[in-house]
């Protein structure tokens, strides 16, 4: 109510020449009250902008062709499985090995008769034999009679024989 009031003692005080432009009544009881009101009057805020709110929930379509994510089973359950089930990539649990987990370490006392060490897959390994024990997988023995030669530093004088005093 107040600011309906406001506005039309406002309204009421501007005239309108026959120019057509406006300008304030100069009566010297009015420019008074309408000063102290100006100054009253509360600032008007602009109202803040609403952001359209959708009517309904966004869906975003997919395609039916997309490409499925991976299982374990991709990598024979011998691992874990990141990717797509075209394109899987196999992070294998420890002791196999391969693309898709399909391979296992190879073993020392299979695959190296139990005489040296292995290294690789079941389908490529390498041996490290033991001493004594050559061969593809350790399975020929060297001969034990390897004799490894003394390095001297020093010269020494050959020792003679020298009989013992018996007391």
Avoid: W
């Amino acid at each position: 109510m107040f600011k309906f009031c406001f506005v039309l003692l406002i309204v009421g005080v501007v005239v309108a020449d026959k120019s057509g432009r406006s300008r304030y009544s100069k009566d010297p009881i009015k420019q008074p009250y309408l000063k102290r009101h100006a100054r009253q009057a509360p600032q008007q805020q602009p109202a803040p902008v609403q952001a359209p709110q959708p009517q309904q929930p966004v869906t975003i379509a997919v395609p039916t062709n997309m490409a499925e994510q991976c299982t374990a089973a991709e990598c024979n359950n011998r691992g874990t499985c990141f990717g797509t089930k075209q394109s899987p990539i196999c992070l294998c649990s420890l002791g196999y090995a391969g693309t898709r987990c399909e391979e296992t370490y190879c073993d020392n006392a299979r695959d190296c008769n139990g005489r040296g060490l292995c290294m690789g897959t079941s389908s490529r390994f390498t041996c490290l034999c033991n001493f004594g024990f050559t061969g593809e997988r350790c399975d020929t023995e060297t001969s034990t009679g390897v004799t490894v030669p003394a390095v001297s530093t020093a010269p020494t004088a050959p020792q003679q024989n020298i009989p013992s005093k018996k007391h």
